[in-house]
């Protein structure tokens, strides 16, 4: 098959995915054309990350995968959404370091793009949710509808993000996509994150 042919057919392919409402975030971690189309900045693609599938792509990476699981959770999913993570564009570097200049908060994280009306949190359950590292509780929140300001989401990730190394027993797979995603970060954004890191170092790495 002609190689322009394979790389059409491929596109094609996640434009269908992209299309159907009922498509899983692993259905699209699973197309083969998915990291060249985030580079390329795919416009629907670009949309589908929503917060909440940002938060779960970046489970991937963060966790160890369970027992007996497929090849494709056990090894594809959390290569690609680590890839998708250095891919430096917006919707990805925004999500963890939120721009200076006044914006709109994130909407629903039940597939809402930014821009929908803040609601403000109780500062418990902001609290709560910030220092809350179960991943399952984490994503029952999300699933209730919260909605988290830009700087909430941000710490919240960062907070996931630093988990991989907040341990007495380091998995070295996912050391190595941590410290691959840091190096893009601080490539990227050095001033951000050693900000981040040095104020607060004991949200990030002491729970």
Known sequence: MNIWNYISTETSKLEELLDSKETTLDQVLDDESVISEMKNLNHKLLEFFNPERILEMLDYVVTIPPEGCSEIRGYKLPYVSSELFISEVSVIMNSFFPVDEPKDEFGDFQGANPGGSPI??????????????????????????????????????????????????????????????????????????TLKTDSDSSLYLFG
Do not use: H, W
Not at 140 to 160: A, M
């Open 120 to 193: 403000e949190k109780d500062e418990n359950e902001e609290k709560s949710s910030a220092n809350n590292a179960n991943i399952n509780s984490e994503k029952k929140k999300l699933s209730e509808d919260e909605k988290l300001s830009e700087k909430d989401f941000s710490e919240l990730l960062l907070k996931k993000l630093f988990s991989v190394i907040d341990t007495d027993s380091m998995n070295p797979v996912l050391a190595g996509y941590f410290g691959k995603i840091i190096q893009c970060f601080i490539n990227r954004n050095p001033f951000e994150v």
